[in-house]
């Protein structure tokens, strides 16, 4: 198998680096594996919005001699590239954040999915907040967040479990703009079981700094999307005066040999620990499975089903449908006494998450007609 890759690096002002640990996190599982012998050639592909200049990108790495092409774009971009990846007999490994669907859960040949499972965190957490008690949920999430499937997924996950959204508020595009105002004047008339957040970035400093100052939520319990518990960001924010419970992908603080394995050899090689790099280095195990094949054909038949072990438990490509299966973690935002800021606490895996990905499946099968949408791969934004 030819030893040559392709890496599409895009970009983000809330992530800089992203780029860099994508690469960061695919070298270091590559050198540990002691495969020191590839080419790795890459494209920039800016936000990722524009799906002519990701398939330009990767033509490019293709006709550079590239047998596999990864990286870091919409679900529903990768879609589009099963035509060219088919044609030059190579396969693309699409990594995401989860925040947005393909069309349909169906099998690319040439497409395998990585994926942060942003929706499915959702979802899990959702249902978490229905097992506590919480049934009547206000959202609250950024005019960013709208654009993706945040939303959809906590509606849906809400009205699964019996209970109702009451109350949706958009925080203003601009930050000099932004307030809770309108949801705290809601929960004052209203007084809900519980608040849904969901922010990512500076806007999640935004939310975590108005709420600390208002003492927004004293009253309320308070979920949050995948985001909310995103570790470099809440390191930023200010403890908002109630902890947050969330389900996440992965966090640093989770307790087993891989990830105690992942995060040593990336400090070793001065690398950042975060959930791109985490992304980089289960790209660069799907990659080691396929240079051991004679040819793609026996490399998509061995990716399918393929299982590997990953800093976050045990990840599946599911031969039906190419996307990863692997297990979300319930966690606390709670506050770091040592900075006043917040700090993620994992607690354990979701007993819901695999109902839930099923549940997840059936609604994305079920869409029908247009959905509004960003075109940016989640958390990928200029300004």
Known sequence: MNKKVGLLLPRSVIYPSISFDLMGGLRCCLDDAGINDIEIKTESIGLATDDKLVYSACEKLLFDGASIVAGYINPTTAEKLEPLFASAHALFISMDAGYLFPAKLKKLPHIFYLSLNGALCIRTVIKTAIENGSKNIAFAGSYYEAGYRSPFACHRAVEDGGGQV???????????????????????????????????????????????????????????????????????????????????????????????????????????INIFSLLGWECAEVISEILTCADINEAIHKLEGYTFCSPRGTVILDADTHQCVVPVYEAKVIKDNNTGNCLLQPIGESPYWEEQRILLEKDINAITGPMTTWYNAYACIDS
Request: proline share 6%; charged share 15%; hydrophobic share 40%.
């Open 166 to 272: 009451t109350y949706n508020l958009i925080t203003p595009l601009k930050r000099s703009e932004f307030t809770l105002q309108p949801l705290v004047d809601h929960l004052k008339s209203s007084p809900e079981d519980g608040v849904f957040a969901s922010f990512c970035g500076d806007m999640l400093q935004d939310f975590c700094t108005a709420a600390a100052a208002g003492n927004v939520f004293t009253d309320n319990v308070v979920y949050g999307s995948s985001f909310v518990g995103e570790e470099q960001w809440l390191a930023q924010s200010p403890y908002p005066g109630i902890d947050i419970c969330v389900c996440v992908p992965w966090a640093s603080r989770l307790d087993n040999t891989a990830n105690v394995h992942f995060m040593a050899q990336l400090k070793q090689n001065n690398q950042k």
